[in-house]
């Protein structure tokens, strides 16, 4: 069953400042519950949202091996919001690592090892209005 696809777009969605690498392990100022906590809003949004959504809910089994892309939506940064936004797509993969995880627990992919996810890919969109920040999360067996 090579080539099922799902793509779903989540609005509203972008990873908390503190799923930043920018934070850095050890810098001062890193509240790990505070990380801790994003990591499982974001993987538990992206998992609730993926399955009330009607292309997943016609995914029988897991994408295997599947290319998995991720792209971020944003509009501007904005100071004094809890939210991330990358201007790189390296930080945003890392910021949205939850994500993949969320991706799993919906049952789109059976694990985020090598083996099924064959190729991870991420980019950064700017968006001309707030209201279509989010993310959009591009599933395909390959």
């Known amino acids: 069953m090579v080539g099922r696809s799902v793509s779903v777009f989540i609005p509203g969605l972008l990873p908390s400042?503190?799923?930043?690498?920018?934070?850095?392990?050890?810098?001062?100022?890193?509240?790990?519950?505070?990380?801790?906590?994003?990591?499982?809003?974001?993987?538990?949004?992206?998992?609730?949202?993926?399955?009330?959504?009607?292309?997943?809910?016609?995914?029988?089994?897991?994408?295997?091996?599947?290319?998995?892309?991720l792209v971020l939506r944003w509009w501007k940064r904005t100071k004094g919001t809890n939210?991330?936004?990358?201007?790189?797509a390296g930080n945003a993969i890392y910021a949205l690592k939850a994500a993949i995880d969320g991706i799993i627990d919906a049952g789109l992919v059976v694990d985020d090892g090598y083996e099924h996810v064959a190729i991870l890919s991420g980019r950064i969109e700017r968006c001309d209005k707030p209201e279509d920040e989010g993310l959009l999360i591009q599933v395909t067996e390959v």
Do not use: Q, T
């Open 83 to 88: 939210l991330y936004r990358p201007e790189d």
């Open 17 to 69: 400042k503190w799923l930043s690498p920018n934070r850095g392990e050890r810098k001062e100022g890193r509240v790990p519950i505070a990380i801790s906590e994003a990591k499982g809003k974001m993987r538990g949004e992206v998992a609730v949202a993926l399955l009330a959504d009607e292309s997943v809910k016609r995914v029988n089994e897991p994408l295997d091996p599947a290319h998995v892309v």
